[in-house]
Protein backbone atom coordinates (compact mmCIF):
# COMPACT_ATOMS: atom_id res chain seq x y z
CA UNK A 1 0.00 0.00 0.00
CA UNK A 2 1.21 3.42 -0.69
CA UNK A 3 1.79 4.38 3.34
CA UNK A 4 4.06 1.49 3.27
CA UNK A 5 5.98 2.63 -0.21
CA UNK A 6 6.44 6.05 1.31
CA UNK A 7 7.77 4.40 4.70
CA UNK A 8 11.01 3.09 2.58
CA UNK A 9 11.64 6.33 1.74
CA UNK A 10 12.48 7.43 5.22
CA UNK A 11 15.71 5.58 5.64
CA UNK A 12 17.20 6.86 2.92
CA UNK A 13 21.31 6.63 1.47
CA UNK A 14 23.10 5.38 4.67
CA UNK A 15 26.48 7.46 3.32
CA UNK A 16 29.37 8.94 5.67
CA UNK A 17 26.95 7.51 8.55
CA UNK A 18 29.32 7.01 11.69
CA UNK A 19 26.47 4.90 13.56
CA UNK A 20 26.45 2.16 10.95
CA UNK A 21 29.47 0.22 10.58
CA UNK A 22 30.35 -2.40 7.51
CA UNK A 23 28.60 -5.81 8.99
CA UNK A 24 25.46 -7.60 10.22
CA UNK A 25 24.59 -3.88 12.02
CA UNK A 26 23.29 -2.36 8.74
CA UNK A 27 21.70 -5.02 7.98
CA UNK A 28 20.11 -5.28 11.56
CA UNK A 29 19.02 -1.48 11.84
CA UNK A 30 17.66 -1.62 8.04
CA UNK A 31 15.69 -4.64 9.65
CA UNK A 32 14.65 -3.05 12.85
CA UNK A 33 14.07 0.36 10.49
CA UNK A 34 11.67 -0.90 8.05
CA UNK A 35 9.13 -3.22 10.17
CA UNK A 36 8.73 -0.35 13.18
CA UNK A 37 8.20 2.39 10.45
CA UNK A 38 5.52 0.36 8.76
CA UNK A 39 3.84 -0.52 11.99
CA UNK A 40 3.73 3.05 12.80
CA UNK A 41 2.50 4.10 9.26
CA UNK A 42 -0.41 1.35 9.00
CA UNK A 43 -1.36 2.53 12.88
CA UNK A 44 -1.78 6.08 11.44
CA UNK A 45 -4.75 7.62 11.06
CA UNK A 46 -3.96 9.05 7.14
CA UNK A 47 -6.73 10.52 4.60
CA UNK A 48 -6.49 9.02 1.20
CA UNK A 49 -4.22 10.22 -1.08
CA UNK A 50 -6.05 11.87 -4.22
CA UNK A 51 -4.25 9.23 -6.36
CA UNK A 52 -6.60 6.43 -6.32
CA UNK A 53 -8.70 7.20 -9.50
CA UNK A 54 -5.58 8.28 -11.32
CA UNK A 55 -4.39 4.31 -10.31
CA UNK A 56 -7.65 3.03 -11.12
CA UNK A 57 -8.14 4.99 -14.24
CA UNK A 58 -4.80 3.80 -15.73
CA UNK A 59 -5.30 0.28 -14.77
CA UNK A 60 -8.60 0.26 -17.05
CA UNK A 61 -6.86 2.40 -19.69
CA UNK A 62 -3.55 0.81 -19.72
CA UNK A 63 -2.44 -2.83 -21.06
CA UNK A 64 0.28 -4.19 -20.11
CA UNK A 65 2.71 -3.80 -17.10
CA UNK A 66 2.33 -0.86 -14.41
CA UNK A 67 3.83 0.37 -11.34
CA UNK A 68 3.48 3.34 -8.36
CA UNK A 69 6.76 5.04 -7.74
CA UNK A 70 7.57 7.44 -5.17
CA UNK A 71 10.79 9.96 -5.06
CA UNK A 72 12.40 10.45 -1.64
CA UNK A 73 13.09 13.70 -1.65
CA UNK A 74 10.13 15.02 -2.48
CA UNK A 75 7.67 12.75 -2.38
CA UNK A 76 6.34 13.14 -5.72
CA UNK A 77 4.33 10.17 -6.92
CA UNK A 78 4.25 8.95 -10.34
CA UNK A 79 2.63 5.88 -13.05
CA UNK A 80 5.08 4.27 -14.35
CA UNK A 81 3.66 2.30 -17.04
CA UNK A 82 6.09 -0.51 -19.44
CA UNK A 83 7.57 1.53 -22.59
CA UNK A 84 9.68 -1.27 -23.77
CA UNK A 85 11.17 -4.97 -23.31
CA UNK A 86 14.97 -6.17 -24.26
CA UNK A 87 15.92 -9.26 -22.65
CA UNK A 88 15.79 -8.88 -18.89
CA UNK A 89 15.51 -5.25 -18.91
CA UNK A 90 12.19 -3.61 -18.95
CA UNK A 91 11.72 0.40 -19.32
CA UNK A 92 8.96 2.07 -17.78
CA UNK A 93 8.03 5.86 -18.47
CA UNK A 94 5.58 8.38 -16.84
CA UNK A 95 3.36 10.50 -18.79
CA UNK A 96 6.05 13.59 -18.17
CA UNK A 97 8.27 11.34 -20.21
CA UNK A 98 10.60 10.58 -17.13
CA UNK A 99 12.36 6.96 -17.83
CA UNK A 100 13.74 3.74 -15.51
CA UNK A 101 14.71 0.51 -16.49
CA UNK A 102 14.89 -2.39 -14.57
CA UNK A 103 16.98 -5.42 -14.88
CA UNK A 104 14.60 -8.35 -13.55
CA UNK A 105 13.49 -5.10 -10.84
CA UNK A 106 16.37 -4.42 -10.37
CA UNK A 107 17.15 -0.13 -11.21
CA UNK A 108 19.80 0.30 -14.25
CA UNK A 109 19.06 3.32 -15.16
CA UNK A 110 16.84 6.39 -15.39
CA UNK A 111 16.25 9.46 -17.37
CA UNK A 112 14.13 12.72 -16.98
CA UNK A 113 14.97 13.10 -13.44
CA UNK A 114 17.41 15.74 -12.79
CA UNK A 115 20.32 13.57 -11.69
CA UNK A 116 20.07 10.32 -13.05
CA UNK A 117 21.67 7.02 -12.70
CA UNK A 118 23.21 6.94 -15.82
CA UNK A 119 23.84 3.14 -15.87
CA UNK A 120 24.37 0.55 -13.69
CA UNK A 121 26.41 -2.69 -14.17
CA UNK A 122 24.45 -5.05 -11.40
CA UNK A 123 23.90 -8.55 -13.54
CA UNK A 124 25.57 -10.24 -10.43
CA UNK A 125 24.19 -8.86 -7.64
CA UNK A 126 20.33 -9.32 -9.93
CA UNK A 127 21.01 -12.87 -9.34
CA UNK A 128 21.47 -13.62 -5.98
CA UNK A 129 18.31 -10.85 -5.28
CA UNK A 130 16.04 -12.79 -7.47
CA UNK A 131 17.55 -16.15 -6.21
CA UNK A 132 16.26 -14.99 -2.43
CA UNK A 133 20.46 -16.09 -2.13
CA UNK A 134 22.80 -14.52 0.20
CA UNK A 135 26.51 -13.61 -1.55
CA UNK A 136 28.47 -10.88 -2.52
CA UNK A 137 29.05 -9.33 -5.71
CA UNK A 138 30.55 -5.95 -7.23
CA UNK A 139 28.22 -2.80 -8.65
CA UNK A 140 29.46 -0.36 -11.06
CA UNK A 141 27.45 3.01 -11.12
CA UNK A 142 27.77 6.13 -13.30
CA UNK A 143 25.37 8.87 -12.78
CA UNK A 144 24.81 12.83 -13.09
CA UNK A 145 25.82 15.61 -9.97
CA UNK A 146 24.37 18.81 -9.57
CA UNK A 147 26.80 20.08 -11.67
CA UNK A 148 25.85 17.61 -14.64
CA UNK A 149 29.39 16.04 -14.29
CA UNK A 150 29.39 12.29 -15.09
CA UNK A 151 30.53 10.48 -12.21
CA UNK A 152 32.19 6.43 -11.81
CA UNK A 153 30.73 4.95 -8.73
CA UNK A 154 32.47 1.12 -8.11
CA UNK A 155 30.87 -0.61 -5.25
CA UNK A 156 30.91 -4.07 -3.35
CA UNK A 157 27.72 -5.29 -2.09
CA UNK A 158 26.56 -7.90 -0.05
CA UNK A 159 23.40 -9.83 -0.17
CA UNK A 160 21.22 -10.65 2.72
CA UNK A 161 18.01 -12.04 4.01
CA UNK A 162 15.63 -9.27 5.71
CA UNK A 163 13.37 -11.43 6.85
CA UNK A 164 9.84 -12.70 5.34
CA UNK A 165 6.76 -10.37 4.73
CA UNK A 166 3.30 -10.55 3.47
CA UNK A 167 3.13 -7.58 1.03
CA UNK A 168 0.18 -5.48 1.58
CA UNK A 169 -0.17 -4.25 -2.05
CA UNK A 170 -1.99 -0.88 -3.61
CA UNK A 171 -3.84 -3.31 -5.89
CA UNK A 172 -4.68 -6.41 -5.90
CA UNK A 173 -4.42 -9.76 -2.98
CA UNK A 174 -1.26 -9.67 -0.80
CA UNK A 175 1.91 -11.35 -1.83
CA UNK A 176 4.20 -13.49 0.38
CA UNK A 177 7.61 -12.05 0.11
CA UNK A 178 11.34 -12.16 1.15
CA UNK A 179 12.66 -8.98 1.89
CA UNK A 180 16.47 -8.67 0.50
CA UNK A 181 19.28 -6.24 1.62
CA UNK A 182 21.89 -5.46 -0.74
CA UNK A 183 24.42 -3.23 1.38
CA UNK A 184 26.70 -1.74 -0.49
CA UNK A 185 30.26 -0.20 0.04
CA UNK A 186 32.11 2.52 -2.33
CA UNK A 187 35.02 4.71 -1.46
CA UNK A 188 35.62 6.69 1.49
CA UNK A 189 32.62 6.09 3.96
CA UNK A 190 29.64 5.45 1.26
CA UNK A 191 27.39 2.88 2.01
CA UNK A 192 24.34 2.15 0.50
CA UNK A 193 21.03 -0.02 1.33
CA UNK A 194 18.56 -0.97 -1.09
CA UNK A 195 15.81 -3.47 -0.11
CA UNK A 196 13.67 -5.52 -2.55
CA UNK A 197 10.50 -7.46 -1.55
CA UNK A 198 11.45 -10.50 -3.55
CA UNK A 199 8.42 -13.17 -4.20
CA UNK A 200 8.65 -17.21 -4.82
CA UNK A 201 9.09 -17.08 -8.34
CA UNK A 202 11.54 -14.15 -7.79
CA UNK A 203 9.69 -11.43 -9.27
CA UNK A 204 10.48 -8.10 -7.51
CA UNK A 205 7.27 -6.91 -6.40
CA UNK A 206 8.77 -3.79 -3.99
CA UNK A 207 11.93 -1.85 -3.72
CA UNK A 208 13.60 1.10 -2.79
CA UNK A 209 16.62 1.52 -4.40
CA UNK A 210 19.21 4.46 -4.65
CA UNK A 211 19.29 6.67 -7.69
CA UNK A 212 22.51 9.28 -6.93
CA UNK A 213 23.62 11.58 -4.45
CA UNK A 214 21.81 14.55 -5.08
CA UNK A 215 18.33 12.42 -6.77
CA UNK A 216 18.49 9.84 -3.37
CA UNK A 217 16.43 6.98 -3.09
CA UNK A 218 13.36 5.76 -5.57
CA UNK A 219 10.60 3.28 -4.29
CA UNK A 220 8.99 1.55 -6.86
CA UNK A 221 5.90 -1.04 -6.29
CA UNK A 222 4.14 -3.26 -8.60
CA UNK A 223 0.76 -2.13 -9.36
CA UNK A 224 0.13 -5.20 -12.54
CA UNK A 225 2.82 -7.64 -13.61
Known sequence: MRRALACLLALGMLAACDSFTPGASILTE????????????????????????LIDTALAGITGPLSLAVAETTLETALLAEFGVNGAFQTFTTPSRQNVTLQNGVMTATRGLGYDLLSAQATPTVALITGRRTGEAP??????????????LDLW???????????????????????????CRGPGRIYITNLYWVGADGYIWQSRQWVSPEYGNLAIQTLRR
Open 139 to 152: RQHRYLTIEGTEVA
Open 157 to 183: CRIELAGAELLVLERGAPVQTQQMAEI
Open 30 to 53: VRTSVRSILEARRTADAPAPALDP
